[in-house]
C-alpha cells in the first residue's frame, strides 16, 4: 500500500508538486500520465526520498514518513520497502548482470553470496536473461539492460516497484519486450506505480490511471474512464494530441 498526503516538492522557485494526496491499495497497479514537467518523475522519487519532499507524508506498507522531520534511519526503512526501475538502466558498468542483480542483495538485504546468486539467478530467468548472466552491460541491447533493471527490482522482494518511464530511452523495435515482462509482473498482484507515456500499455495493464498537470493530479480513474470518457479538458486535449489530433475514443482501439 502506497499513502501520500500533501507532498509538496519545490525546485528553487518553481513549485513542481503542489500537495499531492494519493492512496493505492497493495496489489494494485496505477499508471501515471501527463506532459513532460507535470511532475511525474519528480513524484516517484519523493516516494522513496531520492527527492526530499519539503512537506507531507509518504507511508509504503507500514513505513511512515513525515517529509519534515525525516531522518536517515526513517529514510533507509522506506527505501526497503520499494525498489526502483531508472529510465537509464542506472546499471554498474564494470559489474556483470549476475552481479550487478546480486548487488542490492548483498549490501542492502545483508544476504550470504551463495543465497544472493540463488536468488539473483531466479529473477534473471523470470526476465528471460538466464543465458546473459556473466555479459556486462556494454554487451546487451538497450531491451535487454532494462531487464536487468527489473530484475534487480524483483530481487529486492519490494512492496512497491516504482517504474520511471521505463522505455523511454529504447528504441522503438525494443519496447515491447520490456513492457511484456513489466505485464507478466502485473498479472502476479505486486504493487506497481508506473510513469508511461505508452497508451494503449497504460490501457491494459492498470487498475487506476492518474493524469497529472502542473504539478497536480488533474483527474483519475479507470484506465476506460480516462481514455474513453475524460471529465477534465485538459486530459482530453493531452490524450487528443497523443493521438496525433483523432478523437479520445481512438486511443481504446489503438496500440503504440
Known amino acids: 500500500m502506497i499513502y501520500l498526503q500533501g507532498i509538496k516538492k519545490s525546485f528553487r522557485n518553481q513549485e513542481v508538486l503542489k ?8 496489489g494494485k497497479v496505477v499508471t501515471i500520465l501527463g506532459p513532460s514537467g507535470s511532475g511525474k518523475s519528480t513524484l516517484l522519487r ?13 507511508q509504503i506498507g507500514d513505513v511512515r514518513v513525515v517529509a519534515e522531520k525525516a531522518n536517515k534511519k526513517d529514510i533507509m526503512a522506506l527505501r526497503k520497502q520499494s525498489a526502483m526501475v531508472f529510465q537509464h538502466y542506472n546499471l554498474f558498468a564494470h559489474k556483470t548482470v549476475l552481479e550487478n542483480v546480486m548487488e542490492g542483495l548483498i549490501v542492502a538485504k545483508k544476504m550470504k553470496k551463495a543465497e544472493a546468486r540463488q536468488r539473483s539467478e531466479q529473477v534473471l530467468e ?5 543465458d546473459k548472466l556473466n555479459y556486462f552491460p556494454s554487451q546487451l541491447s ?8 527489473i530484475a534487480r527490482a524483483l530481487a ?4 512497491v516497484i516504482l517504474f520511471d518511464e521505463p522505455t523511454s530511452a529504447l528504441d522503438p523495435e ?6 511484456a515482462v513489466i505485464k507478466d ?11 508511461t507515456h505508452e497508451m494503449q500499455f ?5 487498475d487506476q490511471v492518474l493524469f497529472m498537470d502542473g504539478g497536480v493530479i488533474v483527474e483519475k480513474g479507470s484506465p476506460m474512464e480516462i481514455f474513453t470518457n475524460p471529465r477534465e479538458e485538459r486530459t482530453r486535449k493531452f490524450l487528443k494530441r497523443i493521438a496525433g489530433g483523432l478523437p479520445v475514443h481512438w486511443i481504446q482501439k489503438t496500440a503504440y
Open 202 to 206: 497504460a490501457r491494459e495493464v492498470s
Open 174 to 179: 525494443l519496447v515491447g519486450e520490456v513492457l
Open 142 to 149: 538497450g531491451g535487454q539492460q532494462q531487464r536487468v533493471g
Open 126 to 130: 523470470r526476465v528471460g536473461l538466464s
Open 46 to 58: 519523493c516516494i522513496n526520498f531520492l527527492e526530499k519532499p519539503d512537506e507531507g507524508v509518504v
Open 185 to 195: 509482473i502485473a498479472k502476479e498482484g505486486i504493487t506497481m506505480l508506473i510513469v
Open 19 to 26: 500537495g499531492i494526496n494519493l492512496t493505492i491499495e497493495k
Open 156 to 159: 529486492l522482494n519490494p512492496e
